[in-house]
């Protein structure tokens, strides 16, 4: 067994197809072919249900997919464990909700960056269900998301925010009533693909608001755009590290109000704890600041 044919085996699982795995690890897939059936052989076991036509895992190769990925993960963080750098050199892999790409991210990653210039920090944005799902696959280190409705025992979550959500309308808006604008203003909805978005339903639904809807973003920026433009109102949270240039906005609390809770959440199975707990110290610097 060699751990490239482990990495190609968990490349298929992530990827759906031999031709999509063979591209991610760079073999031909012919070569995939090979090691999948060199993996079967010496584990006496299959992995794939070959009766289709695109081979799928069967029952015991998807549960070996996930020792697969542990020994993978044990692999890579030998090195770093022998040698003490706690993943401070190399590349640290984060995922972020596009919220927190404008002042939160760039502050907190340049305050971690000036103390371990070795360290590459790479940040990959989506939303949240997506970037959890990344986080399984081992594909990220460590995501700053929306707390999901359930966290796994693998998962470790550190908090970092509550954000208010809070109705934003036009600098001249005619009424601070919050309600009263929704209902009679176009309405701008924030993603329903996003933890957050769905959050904001809740909130509607709860409250008895319904809104006429203009069109629906994936955007804080872009919704914020739109809402100054007058082209309409939306509830988004409040970020609690705004962007540098902020565009002024009509910003109303929600009665009965609600937040959003931003964290950051890693698997308990890292090699590279401390690196992530001191992302943590300097993401809470960078909110804290924020909050004086």
């Known amino acids: 067994m060699s751990i490239r044919n482990l990495r190609t085996l968990i490349a298929i699982a992530d990827h759906g197809t031999f031709t999509a ?17 060199a993996l079967e052989e ?15 895992l069967t029952a015991e190769g998807r549960a070996l997919v996930e020792r697969a990925r542990a020994v993978v993960a044990a692999y890579d963080g030998m090195v770093p464990s022998v040698l003490g750098d706690e993943g401070f ?25 000036a103390g ?6 790479r940040v990959v944005p989506g939303p949240t269900a997506d970037l959890m799902a990344e986080l399984e696959r081992h594909a990220l280190d460590a995501a700053i998301v929306t707390r999901p409705p359930v966290l796994t025992r693998r998962q470790v979550w550190r908090p970092l925010a509550a954000e208010p959500l809070e109705v ?26 996003a933890v957050v978005g769905a959050m904001i339903e809740d909130w509607l639904r709860g409250a008895g608001v319904e809104v ?18 007058g082209l ?20 109303i609390p ?8 931003l964290g950051l959440v890693s698997l308990a199975a890292t090699v590279k704890t401390r690196v992530l707990e001191e992302l943590a110290s300097r993401l809470g610097e960078v909110v804290a600041q924020d909050a004086l």
């Open 89 to 113: 050199r190399g590349e640290l892999i984060l995922g972020a909700v596009p919220t927190t790409l404008t002042g939160l991210v760039p502050q907190a990653v340049a305050r971690l960056k």
């Open 254 to 261: 929600l009665a009965p109000a609600a937040t959003r809770d």
């Open 116 to 121: 371990h210039p070795e360290l590459q920090v």
């Open 212 to 229: 006429v809807d203009s069109m629906e973003l994936d955007s804080l920026e872009a919704i914020a755009s739109m809402v100054h433009a």
């Open 42 to 56: 010496e584990w006496q076991v299959r992995l794939f249900d070959r009766s289709r036509r695109t081979p799928v």
């Open 21 to 37: 795995a063979a591209e991610a690890v760079f073999v031909t897939h012919a070569a995939v072919s090979q090691q999948m059936k």
């Open 232 to 251: 309409g109102v939306s509830i988004v949270p409040r970020q609690c590290v705004p962007p540098p240039n902020p565009l002024p906005l009509c910003r």
């Open 168 to 193: 934003i309308a036009a600098p001249d808006s005619p009424t601070q009533d919050p309600v009263e604008l929704l209902r009679s203003s176009p309405y701008i909805r924030f993603s329903r693909r």
